[in-house]
């Protein structure tokens, strides 16, 4: 369906939008779509807001068109904003048409009118006047949900189906009400310039809707296909032979082994071994052990999360089929790595007419793994929020999945066995300096130098690993080095270059892990940094006698934080 015709509404041998549809259809509304309103104003009394307070907004939009001129309206005087506010609408414009299809769609399916789509429209135009200026992060969202939403390309001539109208409704109802909670968040949170934390709850909260958004689109491409079959069908075994005869062909298409790990073996891999047998013994296939088999790795930045698991991986080439790393940091990198692997196993092969679409590549990605019936394993690296590993979360039982992970709350909430990676010991720190160095101390003094670097370093690998190179480059003695770096540390970590196998330095990994903190996590670093660093007592800050009496310390007396 072109932008053009859902400009105007039109739809050949289709579902008509607005007044001009309205004189087919019954004069009561639907009762689906009066259930879906309701939870939208049940959503509204939970932030509240009273859905009188907005009605007089929330119905008097009819179209895409009208909303854009009222948004038009609101255009700053200020040179500056104005600018920012025209970019804003030229991104909003193809965002919002994509959505009147999908509202033609539902009303036609429904069997409904204009007000289907009022709801949506004067949704977002309140959302949009609570957060002024627009905010980056907004479009983003409304360009994510976009691109949740079902492909209606092939639906002009579809039959009504109630499991179609079903589907649709559910996904309208999902957005109406996210939509809903949108509108509270805005009007109850003004300044979020001072409440970072709140946006975090909330950017995770519509990272679930669009999870569950693209498997009610999933649902809807179905059974759009299915009624499409069903009518060149000739019979309903007919149906099925097809159905299956496609899921064979994918799969069996696919020459085996098949696996995409980024980085091969690093020989600089040590003291591992406990946790790489660990590791085997949970993951690798088992015969008398069916089910999907999920472990998750978590500590500190730098500590070796992501060279433990690259080891698992590299290790288990024989006793998995399938092999396949994911950068799991954002949303984008994780779409990339579906659509670039569904490429690879011929599964996201676009007509020439047909745009390629991340959001599909990845269902298709994890469609084909519930088929496998080869062992597989799945690798989520550098995970920040599990909601976004749910558009990809296999179910077949013949696979494993390994995430790793900075938060031990995202650890536990979806792994049964969890390793928490701990820095070397100072043996263990101090095996690996030697090796990398390749120094031997050669007498006492050298030894004690070389034990007190290590324990400066924390023990953390990836320091490690730096400060060798930097050893090893300018070939310093361990004690030739000590107190260069005890009076240089700063500029010595920065001249640190990223190993191979790793994109970050010791500084740029601990200034990402700082740049990640809630609100009070900042507070309590920012007061920890004048203490000092070894053997506080807790009961220090969370006592009631420690003297911070400030607000921004409240979270320090608060037994549930």
């Not at 907005?54 to 948004?71: A, N, T, V, Y």
């Not at 255009?75 to 299809?101: C, H, K, T, V, Y």
């Not at 009007?187 to 975090?200: D, Q």
């Not at 290590?454 to 320091?463: E, F, I, N, R």
Request: aromatic share 8%.
């Amino acid at each position: 369906m072109s932008s053009q015709s859902t400009a105007t509404g039109k739809r050949p041998g289709g579902p008509q939008s607005g007044e001009e549809h309205a004189s087919t259809l019954p004069s009561e509304d639907s009762k689906i779509w009066q259930a879906a309103v309701q939870k939208y104003y049940n959503e509204l009394a939970k932030g509240g807001l009273k859905g009188a307070n907005i009605d007089k907004d929330l119905w008097k939009i009819k179209s895409p068109i009208e909303l854009l001129d009222e948004i038009r309206a609101l255009q700053p005087q200020n040179m500056g904003l104005s600018r920012a506010w025209i970019g804003a609408l030229q991104r909003l414009e193809p965002i919002l048409l994509s959505l009147n299809d999908f509202v033609i769609v539902t009303a036609w399916a429904l069997g409904m009118n204009g007000r289907v789509s009022a709801v949506i429209w004067g949704s977002i135009r309140i959302i949009l006047n609570l957060a002024q200026p627009v905010m980056p992060e907004i479009l983003d969202m409304l360009e994510e949900l976009r691109r949740s939403l079902p492909r209606f390309k092939m639906y002009e001539e579809m039959d009504k189906s109630s499991a179609l109208a079903n589907s649709l409704s559910d996904m309208y109802t999902e957005i109406i009400i996210f939509c809903a909670k949108t509108i509270t968040f805005f009007r109850n949170n003004p300044n979020l310039g001072k409440s970072r934390n709140a946006w975090s709850e909330f950017n995770s909260e519509f990272l679930r809707t669009i999870a569950n958004l693209r498997e009610h689109s999933r649902q809807i491409d179905e059974e759009v296909d299915t009624i499409r079959l069903k009518r060149e069908a000739k019979s309903a075994e007919t149906l099925e032979a097809l159905k299956q005869l496609r899921i064979a062909k994918s799969n069996d298409d696919v020459a085996l082994p098949c696996h995409v790990i980024p980085y091969g073996l690093n020989p600089r891999f040590y003291e591992r071994e406990l946790e790489l047998a660990n590791l085997h013994e949970v993951l690798d296939p088992q015969e008398e052990l069916p089910g999907l088999k999920v472990m998750a790795i978590h500590g500190l930045g730098g500590v070796g999360k992501t060279q433990l698991a690259l080891n698992y991986a590299n290790t288990s080439l024989e006793p998995f089929d399938v092999i396949l790393w994911v950068p799991a940091e954002t949303q984008i990198k994780i779409t990339q790595a579906l659509s670039s692997f569904a490429k690879k196993i011929g599964l996201n092969l676009p007509k020439e007419d047909e745009p390629d679409d991340d959001a599909q590549a990845a269902q298709k990605v994890k469609d084909w793994f519930n088929a496998l019936k080869a062992s597989f394993l799945v690798v989520f690296d550098n995970v920040d929020s599990i909601d976004l590993l749910l558009q990809m979360w296999p179910s077949n039982g013949k696979g494993s999945i390994l995430i790793t992970t900075r938060s031990s709350s995202v650890a536990w909430k979806r792994a049964a066995t969890v390793i928490h990676l701990q820095s070397f010991e100072r043996n263990q720190g101090l095996r690996t300096l030697t090796t990398l160095t390749g120094i031997t101390p050669s007498n006492d003094q050298e030894r004690e130098a070389a034990e007190t670097i290590v324990d400066q370093l924390g023990g953390l690998p990836l320091a490690i690993v730096q400060i060798s190179d930097f050893i090893r480059d300018r070939q310093y003695s361990f004690s030739e080095f000590l107190p260069l770096y005890r009076s240089s540390a700063k500029r010595i970590i920065a001249k640190g270059e990223a190993p191979s196998e790793y994109n970050y330095t010791i500084g740029t990994v601990w200034d990402l892990s700082l740049q990640k903190l809630s609100g009070d996590a900042r507070t309590l670093q920012q007061l920890l940094s004048f203490l000092e660093p070894d053997s506080m007592g807790e009961e220090l800050l969370t006592s009631k006698t420690s003297g911070l009496t400030e607000d921004c310390y409240e979270f320090l007396h608060d037994e549930l934080e």
